[in-house]
């Protein structure tokens, strides 16, 4: 066994020191703060555990896959997948990430990862990085040298965050003065990117159908706002929300999130954020969608559903 902490950079070899009779099990960690379908990560996140696990003689018996989650927000103890897998430190002995920043984003979460490794005698390994492979034996202690390296790392981490965040806020201030410019992301239901031609993407209200896809947006509102109204003049009143809802599942329209899934030609369903660590699934329309009275922002409303004072359910359905 090792003496103390240790920490090697390069290819390691079985430094754990022991046989196969009792091969440490390890935890493969995979983060990414933002998931699309050209998104490779996952893959070679995976790939660098393993080598990373073979290098101290462990073998990998879990996988915590966080995707679409941002280490700047959510501490290695908050995650969905990682989080339960730390509240169970008997069921692994080692915990391997692909690079520092895929762990920890700042050197709070960084020193509350340090000790919790401490506590339960744990080894982490960074499959890759600036000298290479890192492993951090903690199962004897942690000298001061290595703290000051973790602290530089989580420094370095935490620095690059904070540089990312003031480059998107820059860049996003700057949008908002540009006309009709728009910021990217999915959009609201209702409108589609179109480019515009001094550069950039503008919205424009989705007045036509793309196939494979059901009605157009703009239609699906507007029948909404038919269905709530009613024709007072003719006797007819007003459906619920509830009811709508219901007609629109029971037809097969896709919900907001669906819609713009089948028109990136992607899969539909899926989840969306909730409350921190929290997953919500949104892939139906709900009677909390369509309600009679929503806020709106201004510009929305009086060209893609012909009546201002009725469009004011739009936010809510947006949120799907």
């Known amino acids: 066994m090792a003496a103390k902490a240790q920490v090697s950079a390069g290819d390691a070899t079985n430094s754990l020191g022991v046989g196969m009779e009792t091969q440490p099990r390890a935890l493969s960690a995979v983060r990414l703060s933002v998931e699309t379908d050209e998104t490779t990560s996952p893959g070679r996140q995976r790939a660098a555990n393993e080598g990373a696990a073979a290098s101290v003689g462990a073998r990998i018996i879990g996988e915590a896959v966080d995707l679409g989650v941002s280490a700047s927000?959510?501490?290695?103890?908050?995650?969905?997948?990682?989080?339960?897998?730390?509240?169970?430190?008997?069921?692994?002995?080692?915990?391997?990430?692909?690079?520092?920043?895929?762990?920890?984003?700042?050197?709070?979460?960084?020193?509350?990862?340090?000790?919790?490794?401490?506590?339960?005698?744990?080894v982490i390994v960074f499959a890759e990085?600036?000298?290479?492979?890192l492993t951090l034996d903690f199962r004897s202690g942690?000298?001061?040298?290595?703290?000051l390296i973790?602290?530089?790392?989580?420094?370095?981490?935490?620095?690059e965050a904070q540089s990312i965040r003031e480059r998107v806020l820059g860049a996003q201030a700057a949008m908002r003065g540009m006309d009709l410019r728009w910021r990217?992301?999915?959009?609201?239901?209702?409108?589609v990117p179109v480019p515009l031609e001094s550069g950039g993407w503008t919205l424009a209200p989705a007045t036509e159908e793309i196939p494979g896809c059901g009605p157009a947006p703009v239609a699906?509102?507007?029948?909404?706002?038919?269905?709530?109204?009613?024709?007072?003049?003719?006797?007819?009143?007003?459906?619920?929300?509830?009811?709508?809802?219901e007609e629109l599942n029971n037809e097969g329209v896709p919900s907001p999130r669906d819609w713009w899934a089948l028109a990136k030609g992607r899969t539909t369903g899926g989840k969306t954020g909730g409350a921190k660590g929290q997953r919500v699934t949104r892939e139906r329309f709900k009677s909390c969608c369509v309600p009679r009275r929503c806020s709106v922002g201004r510009r929305t409303t009086a060209s893609l559903c012909g009546t201002a004072r009725d469009g004011r359910l739009w936010r809510r359905l947006t949120r799907s």
Request: proline share 8%; glycine share 8%; with cysteine.
């Open 184 to 191: 990217g992301s999915r959009p609201p239901y209702g409108y």
């Open 73 to 122: 927000k959510t501490t290695p103890f908050e995650r969905p997948e990682l989080g339960p897998w730390l509240a169970q430190p008997d069921s692994f002995d080692v915990l391997c990430f692909w690079r520092f920043d895929r762990a920890v984003r700042s050197m709070a979460d960084m020193n509350a990862l340090v000790q919790w490794a401490r506590e339960h005698r744990k």
């Open 129 to 133: 990085g600036p000298g290479g492979r």
């Open 142 to 147: 942690v000298d001061l040298i290595t703290q």
């Open 150 to 159: 973790l602290q530089i790392f989580a420094f370095a981490a935490e620095f």
């Open 220 to 245: 699906v509102i507007e029948r909404i706002i038919r269905d709530l109204m009613g024709d007072p003049a003719q006797g007819v009143n007003g459906k619920t929300v509830s009811a709508i809802a």
